[in-house]
């Protein structure tokens, strides 16, 4: 038997190891050793070098509005979990209860949980957080002559 | 499943969902509604007191407890919260900011302090905890077009971040060690195994440190003066009060039900030094704070080494003073924060010079102060003078059986006469500095002035009668 046998295993995800973190030095420093030197000027750095210039930064602007909403949905998104582990279990806990399941508070425990769920939605929608822009600052509508 | 067990919880989590509809759709009447949701928080409180309550019931498969000591603290809880909606609807930021969502979530992280007296699971407590800690992020920077209450929201985050990390950290020890989280099941799954007890020792560090937050214990005591000057005034008097009786309740709790390191028994040194560290830094720390909401960040940790002090010390005397160090300290404390709500400048911040000369400019606001500072301090015949009394008989006794408890009575009295300067301090610029020329009369709004009263008589009631609140805590014990 080898004496290494049992280190076998080791050696090799060690050996692994080395040759990733020796591969990634290289890839990063080899190019700036020995590649070509980079020239900067306005044309060069353009996000796209050939083509008609740019008139607008790269990075897209998007409105902050889209937290919130974002925010919601994450929100009402999340919720849906707890539904599945409790749809999951449906089938068994809907039984009566002499036959191992709850009954009707099986259907009523969803139903309040969803009841306050309804009562954050009703919140968000009546503190307009689901308008995009809010009553205040719209612009008033010109009556019709 | 009996859901009645819930009952308390359940109205207010009701009320705080109500009252967050209900602004929505009236929001010409914010103010009405949040005066609505204080009397309804008080309504519970009342009506509770007639409910009969089934004698140690379970629920969740035992992670939820419902007995005695849950009960009275649920009541404690729910008058603390009604005190601060009170104060709340009568400070001018709060007032102009409007709306219901602050009512709201004090209300939302009551029921989450409530449920935090019955939990008897880790998981169940780790829900509860985040539950009023979350609620309390928002809580504190709710004044979000002041600088200084986004730093103290900024810095109550990612310190509660960093706990609740912990606290989950060792929650995973925890379980490895004892194969359960139910606090029933922890004490007879660590006997007779030394490995088992190594890991669950190193989890429960953990674990406390992620409590420790909450108490402003000392390796996490770090938030709490920022947190306190530049929260809104409301929001630091309930996490000076509820939150830190909620996080001592929950202490009390690992201690009665034995989960406790086995190593912890014979002499609870960590429990001890953390104790002597918690009591001198709050001591000392406090020396050269001219805010006075700040100073009552560093009388809070002070107050909190008091508490771990009397948990250290244990004995039924031991955990029957810190349930009594408890509710008179939560008088005194919202009797300070109620002054602070009304004289506090625009910017919700106090230092020194808006108190001075508050005898002529308020009796009754410098009458109140007076009484809580000197209840802070510990001065008879108020609440603030047993409680210190009844924590340090405690340490006595205990000292008799272990005399290294004589070192930390010692610390304990270094650190109350220390404190006595800062408190003193404040009361010399309110009664004996000369009100500045421009500074009018104050008037008291009635909301104000019926949370003052309440406290003032708490305060002296418990100070010349402690019999009642005593034998209560006692038969809490059991």
Same mark, same amino acid.
Not at chain 1, 114 to 123: F, N, V
Not at chain 2, 215 to 225: E, G, K, S, T, Y
């Given at each position: 038997m080898h004496p290494l046998e049992h280190f076998w295993p080791f050696i090799a995800f060690g050996a692994m190891v080395v040759a990733? %973190?020796? *591969?990634? +030095?290289?890839? !990063?420093?080899?190019?700036?050793?020995?590649?070509?030197?980079?020239?900067?000027?306005?044309?060069?750095?353009?996000a796209y070098e050939c083509g008609l210039p740019a008139t607008?930064?790269?990075?897209?602007?998007?409105?902050?509005?889209?937290?919130?909403?974002?925010?919601?949905? %994450?929100? *009402?998104? +999340?919720?849906? !979990?707890f539904l599945i582990a409790w749809g999951v279990l449906y089938r068994k806990l809907i039984k009566p209860e002499g036959a191992g399941g709850l009954g009707w508070a099986a259907l009523a425990v969803a139903v309040i949980f969803?009841?306050?769920?309804?009562?954050?939605?009703?919140?968000a929608w009546r503190s307009g957080a689901l308008d995009w822009a809010s009553w205040r600052s719209r612009p008033q509508q010109e009556p019709r002559a | 499943m009996a859901f009645y067990v819930l009952q308390m919880e359940i109205a207010v989590v009701v009320l705080a969902v109500l009252g967050l509809l209900a602004g929505a759709f009236w929001p010409k009447h914010t103010s009405l509604i949040r005066r609505g949701l204080a009397e309804g928080a008080l309504v519970v409180l009342v009506a509770s007191l007639f409910l009969v309550f089934p004698q140690h019931h379970a629920l969740f498969g035992g992670a939820y407890v419902l007995d005695r000591f849950a009960i009275v603290f649920k009541q404690v809880l729910l008058g603390a919260a009604a005190?601060?909606?009170?104060?709340?609807?009568?400070?001018?930021?709060?007032?102009?900011?409007?709306?219901?969502?602050f009512a709201a979530l004090v209300l939302l992280a009551t029921a989450g302090m409530m449920l935090l007296t019955s939990a008897n699971d880790f998981i169940f407590l780790f829900v509860a905890l985040e539950l009023v800690t979350i609620t309390f992020y928002v809580l504190n920077s709710f004044l979000r077009g002041e600088s200084r209450a986004l730093e103290a929201g900024l810095k109550y985050l990612v310190l509660g971040a960093l706990s609740a990390g912990f606290m989950a950290y060792g929650l995973a020890y925890v379980f490895g060690a004892a194969d359960s989280l139910n606090f029933g099941d922890i004490h007879h799954a660590l006997h007779d195994d030394k490995t088992a007890q190594g890991i669950y020792l190193f989890g429960f560090a953990l674990?406390?440190?992620?409590?420790?937050?909450?108490?402003?214990?000392?390796?996490?005591?770090?938030?709490?003066?920022?947190v306190y000057q530049g929260a809104p005034t409301p929001a630091a008097a309930f996490l000076a009060s509820g939150s830190k009786i909620a996080g001592f309740v929950v202490l009390l709790r690992l201690v009665f039900a034995d989960v406790f390191p086995p190593a912890w028994e014979a002499q609870p040194v960590v429990l001890m030094a953390l104790a002597a560290l918690t009591l001198l830094y709050g001591a000392l720390g406090g020396l050269a704070q001219t805010d006075v909401k700040r100073l009552l960040g560093y009388s809070s940790i002070a107050n909190a080494g008091f508490l771990l002090l009397g948990i250290a010390a244990g004995g039924d005397f031991g955990h029957a003073a810190v349930i009594y160090y408890l509710v008179q300290y939560l008088f005194a404390v919202i009797a300070v924060f109620a002054v602070l709500t009304v004289v506090a400048n625009a910017h919700d911040t106090a230092d020194r010079h808006t108190l001075m000369g508050l005898h002529r400019r308020s009796p009754l606001l410098a009458l109140a102060l007076l009484l809580a500072m000197l209840s802070l301090a510990g001065v008879p015949p108020l609440g603030g003078a047993l409680g210190k009394f009844f924590v340090l008989v405690a340490t006595v006794m205990r000292a008799r059986i272990d005399p290294a408890f004589y070192a930390l009575a010692g610390v304990a009295i270094v650190g109350a006469v220390i404190a006595l300067f800062y408190y003193l301090r404040v009361l010399r610029g309110a009664w004996a500095d000369p009100a500045p020329d421009a500074a009018a009369r104050i008037t008291v709004p009635w909301t104000v002035r019926v949370v003052l009263y309440i406290c003032m008589a708490g305060m002296l009631f418990l100070g010349i009668w402690p019999q009642p609140l005593l034998a209560l805590a006692t038969r809490c014990l059991h």
């Open positions: 990733a %973190i020796g *591969f990634s +030095i290289i890839a !990063v420093t080899f190019p700036s050793i020995l590649g070509p030197r980079k020239t900067h000027n306005e044309i060069k750095d353009s607008t930064g790269t990075p897209a602007r998007f409105s902050v509005k889209f937290y919130v909403v974002a925010m919601l949905f %994450i929100l *009402f998104d +999340i919720e849906v !979990v969803l009841l306050i769920l309804e009562a954050g939605h009703i919140y | 005190l601060v909606l009170l104060l709340a609807d009568a400070h001018e930021p709060l007032r102009k900011q409007g709306g219901t969502e674990v406390l440190l992620g409590l420790g937050f909450k108490l402003a214990m000392v390796p996490m005591q770090i938030w709490a003066p920022d």
